[in-house]
């Protein structure tokens, strides 16, 4: 059970500190928001090049952009361990996986709430985790989904009849008081922003997420 904070919710001019603050996390989530495929605009390559020269922890790049076959491989290239595209963005989802894998992070693609899973199942091959949206992509701070649960399900049962060590990565909304029911449904990868930069101490909220879904783990 991995938790993935995201620094969508940290203090952008203290990065590094903010890194640190969670260095006893498993990854740290960073969004990439174009101001095309959702209406938000975050950083990009050389923001993330900064924070892997900084980063206790390795670096989980969740790309919300358009053009990922272009745009995905140089995260990759550049350090990030983790790659993450939008199954709705990109145009040849195989290639743009492999080229994330040869250049050595774990591939992955995301489902927007209205994606359905089914028509992506023979993807799983080519990729080292799928990510359920439990909010719409583009803000943080939004309130979780709970009807994407059964989608969670779905992609587990998917992953099981595959075999292999695909993890399953929900971001959006999670929390103290949705990481359990997340868990139960079959997601090992947990991106929470407000729920760790808004605590008191963030450390000590990646040890309570990561607690309380390894207690519900399906």
């Excluded at 995201?6 to 203290?14: E, G, H, K, T, Y």
């Excluded at 975050?42 to 990922?68: N, Q, R």
Aim: proline share 6%.
């Amino acid at each position: 059970m991995q938790i993935s904070p995201s620094i969508l919710s940290a203090d952008f001019a203290n990065l590094e500190s903010e890194l640190q603050a969670i260095s006893n996390a498993d990854w740290a989530h960073v969004d990439v928001m174009d101001n095309h495929f959702v209406p938000n605009l975050t950083l990009g390559l050389p923001i993330v090049e900064a924070l892997l020269k900084v980063s206790p922890i390795p670096i989980d790049c969740h790309l919300m952009i358009e053009d990922p076959d272009r745009w995905a491989p140089p995260y990759a290239e550049a350090g990030a361990q983790s790659v993450t595209f939008h199954i709705e963005a990109v145009a040849d989802p195989v290639r743009t996986a492999r080229a994330i894998r040869a250049a050595g992070a774990r591939a992955a693609f995301a489902i927007k709430p209205g994606t359905d899973f089914a028509p992506y199942v023979e993807l799983l091959p080519e990729v080292d985790m799928v990510l359920v949206m439990t909010v719409e992509p583009g803000f943080g701070g939004q309130s979780f989904m709970a009807d994407q649960m059964p989608k969670v399900r779905r992609v587990r049962e998917a992953v099981r009849r595959h075999g292999g060590d695909i993890w399953i990565q929900v971001d959006g909304g999670v929390s103290a008081r949705t990481i359990e029911q997340c868990a139960e449904a079959g997601a090992d990868v947990f991106v929470a922003g407000s729920a760790v930069y808004g605590a008191a101490s963030a450390a000590d909220a990646v040890d309570d997420l990561r607690a309380l879904a390894q207690r519900h783990r399906h």
